[in-house]
């Protein structure tokens, strides 16, 4: 579990690289914000300018902000790549 304070605002990544094929990148970026507890999509409150991130393009990129001190949330990170694989990882973020 990862952890960060309501005031934090900062940019974080996900590797995909041991999961691509030699040639293929990620084309696009999804990421959700849901509230362990509610169920809640708080992504638009929590989450900004997810993207494809590096070269080539294994990793996937987004600002994490916000939240409510005190919550868990699960965070969805979910990219489709250059030869048409969707792939998603979850994380949980508590915010402090």
């Known amino acids: 579990m990862y952890e960060k304070t309501d005031f934090e605002e900062f940019y974080f990544y996900r590797d995909f ?17 849901i509230n362990k ?25 987004w600002k994490i902000k916000a939240g409510t001190s005190g ?3 699960t965070v969805k990170v979910q990219i489709t790549c250059s ?5 998603e990882s979850r994380m949980e973020w508590k915010v402090l």
């Open 71 to 73: 919550k868990t949330y």
């Open 37 to 61: 507890e509610t169920g809640t999509d708080e992504s638009a409150s929590m989450i900004s300018d997810a993207a494809p991130y590096g070269t080539p393009a294994n990793k996937a990129r």
């Open 83 to 87: 030869d048409g694989q969707k792939l």
């Open 17 to 33: 690289d041991p999961w691509l094929p030699e040639s293929v990148t990620i084309s696009s970026v999804t990421v959700k914000s």
